[in-house]
């Protein structure tokens, strides 16, 4: 089974910086890999998929690149409403989320 | 607009059946895949079954793998979860997703906002 790791698992940022987090796979995925972020009691929202094709309604101010077994999720110019828990996703094999990383408020 | 309402959670005991289910509206159901995804209280997004747009393939987790059951109705534009021997670790929010594709798991793009299992004595 493929296994996702991600870090870090969490960090605080302020507004207006430049965040950076890196998920990897255990084996090559090419670009099956998705980024989805969680906000407590809402639903997940699909942020990147295709590890580099920005979802439609999301803020250019997040990306993603990466293609074998890392990968990254960039948000530049942190917002305040992008404090929430950021998952990675591949889709290569089935399908296997990574643990996450909460993006606190510094 | 696009809305997947799920139902059927609630509080059963260890070792009883429970099924839920998701209606979704305002998007071509029998186009896309359809997920369940469960979240734990105090943990992450795990992934819990799939099923191919016809319903000809499904895939399981291993953690549910033999327990829990997917199945859709097009007709009904609804997909449910059967889940079978409930385990306290299957407390949690369900969701139900919609993916991108209609043929292999790609991204799951459109959402319900979860129904609550709890699994206690």
């Known amino acids: 089974d493929i296994q996702m790791t991600q870090s870090p698992s969490s960090l605080s940022a302020s507004v207006g910086d430049r965040v950076t987090i890196t998920c990897r796979a255990s084996q090559s995925i090419t670009t099956y890999l998705n980024w989805y972020q969680l906000k407590p009691g809402k639903a997940p929202k699909l942020l990147i998929y295709a590890a580099s094709s920005l979802q439609s309604g999301v803020p250019s101010r997040f990306s993603g690149s990466g293609s074998g077994t890392d990968f990254t999720l960039t948000i530049t110019s942190l917002q305040p409403e992008d404090f929430a828990t950021y998952y990675c996703q591949q889709s290569y094999s089935i399908v296997v989320f990574g643990p996450g990383t909460k993006v606190e408020i510094k | 607009q696009v809305q997947l309402v799920e139902s059927g959670g609630g509080v059963v005991q260890p070792g009883r059946s429970l099924r839920l289910s998701c209606v979704v509206s305002?998007?071509?159901?029998?186009?896309?895949?359809m997920h369940w995804v469960r979240q734990a209280p105090g943990k992450g997004l795990e992934w819990v079954a799939v099923?191919?747009?016809?319903?000809?393939?499904?895939a399981y987790a291993d953690s549910v793998k033999g327990r829990f059951t997917i199945s859709r109705d097009n007709s009904k534009n609804t997909v449910y979860l059967q889940m079978n021997s409930l385990r306290a670790e299957d407390t949690a929010v369900y969701f139900c997703a919609g993916d991108k594709s209609g043929t292999r798991p790609y991204g799951m793009d459109v959402w319900g906002q979860g129904t609550t299992v709890t699994v206690s004595s």
């Open positions: 099923i191919w747009r016809d319903g000809s393939n499904e």
């Open positions: 305002g998007f071509i159901f029998s186009s896309h895949g």
